[in-house]
């Protein structure tokens, strides 16, 4: 018989699942850092000016009027100057903007779970214009045309939605299709965004408590939800993190579980000490925070004002990694390590994301400095965007002519 985790072990492993215990615990490396005390990475603080300032520079260029749009997924699908949500949402009439909202909230939700990495050799076609696309931007065209077509929705009169019944059914060859995936245009990591949707669909209808509707469980359930614990409409953006996480934790396969707790995107670092059940270790979240800002405008399009956006943190990914690491502001102390594949559960890796976590935040305060901008006026999410994300997308393909990462992670389509 198996004793019952205890109060305090449960209530431990709960901290875990915050932007908060994200940054504390990513600035606790980044002390060790300063101390030369990690074993993989070493920081050059010199180099933060020069980065920074090259950053600025890039968001003077793409946004002179220092207009920048947040993070989001969004972004991707307005690649080539083209508004395709604008384009599908005016395709049907809408009741009120919660429908609208939950529609956006599905798509969403749906999207971001299956942007975790393409690889180098997959490419999308899209029929519309012509065009063909890559990785993040291939990956959120994708997942719009299918949701466009109905893959999502069991409801033939209501293709716009994604449902907890079609998620949970999807099959292996309708997402390859979908995606446009053959011998010769592999996509990394396909039956884990496949496992992971299925799941969604598994879970959303188990929670009913977050992602119930009137006409049945999905993601956009969400709305319904939020507006009812915020009357007033002000909902802090690290409570959406929160709730996501405390609600969609067993969608992650083969990740640590504490207490009963599954931890999402947690990993073990050696390094990182704790006086309780969570020694070692080290919350990242980086697919529920992009989740979580990807949704901040559907949100805001039915009618919720999503405040403190900073109590988010950036992303603990490989363009934002990237940049520091392009930047010289990391520095392997193995320069070999670049050779070499790695596991995304490596301590190398979950340094190297953590370190990103911790130096984003410095970066961003220098170069809010250098726009006159402030935390307010230019959230972290407008960093991201204007940005370091697009910096180490820059710096990647001047380095390396496939645009690659300077670290190669081994993915499973579930966490990159």
């Known amino acids: 018989m198996t004793d019952a985790p205890s109060p305090e072990d449960v209530a431990a492993a709960r901290r875990l699942l915050s932007a908060e215990a994200v940054r504390e615990r990513a600035n606790h490396l980044f002390d060790l850092a300063l101390m030369e005390r990690l074993d993989h990475f070493r920081v050059d603080l010199s180099r933060l ?124 060859e309708e997402l390859a299709d979908g995606m446009q995936v053959s011998s010769s245009n592999p996509l990394v990591g396909l039956d884990g965004r496949l496992g992971l949707l299925n799941r969604l669909g598994q879970q959303i209808a188990h929670r009913a408590d977050v992602f119930g509707t009137e006409d049945g469980a999905r993601p956009g359930g969400l709305l319904d939800h939020l507006i009812a614990r915020f009357p007033d409409g002000r909902v802090p953006a690290a409570t959406v993190l929160a709730t996501l996480l405390d609600a969609l934790g067993p969608i992650w396969p083969g990740r640590w579980s504490l207490a009963g707790v599954p931890l999402g995107d947690t990993w073990v670092h050696g390094k990182l000490r704790a006086d309780d059940a969570t020694d070692t270790l080290m919350p990242l979240h980086k697919l529920s925070q992009w989740l979580t800002y990807s949704l901040l405008e559907p949100l805001s399009w039915a009618g919720l004002e999503i405040t403190q956006l900073d109590g988010l943190t950036g992303l603990a990914e490989y363009r934002n990694g990237g940049l520091l690491i392009d930047g010289g502001i990391l520095v392997l102390r193995d320069p070999e390590a670049a050779r070499r594949s790695h596991a995304v559960d490596d301590e190398l890796v979950v340094e190297w994301r953590a370190l990103t976590i911790a130096l984003i935040d410095r970066l961003a305060g220098v170069i809010r400095q250098r726009l006159g901008r402030n935390a307010l006026n230019f959230p972290l999410a407008c960093v991201l965007e204007g940005g370091t994300w697009l910096a180490g997308r820059r710096l990647a393909r001047e380095r390396r002519p496939d645009g690659s990462p300077p670290l190669t992670v081994v993915s499973d389509g579930t966490v990159f």
């Open 49 to 172: 000016d020069p980065v920074a300032e090259w950053v600025e520079r890039l968001i003077r260029s793409e946004h002179p009027t220092l207009e920048v749009p947040p993070h989001s997924r969004w972004r991707n699908f307005e690649v080539g100057g083209i508004d395709r949500w604008g384009s599908l949402a005016v395709s049907r009439e809408w009741n009120d903007a919660l429908e609208f909202g939950r529609s956006a909230i599905d798509l969403a939700v749906v999207s971001v779970l299956i942007d975790a990495g393409a690889g180098p050799r997959w490419t999308y076609a899209e029929a519309a214009t012509g065009e063909t696309y890559t990785r993040t931007e291939g990956l959120a065209i994708a997942s719009l045309a299918m949701f466009a077509s109905g893959l999502f929705s069991t409801d033939p009169f209501d293709p716009l939605r994604a449902d907890a019944r079609a998620l949970a059914g999807l099959t292996a």
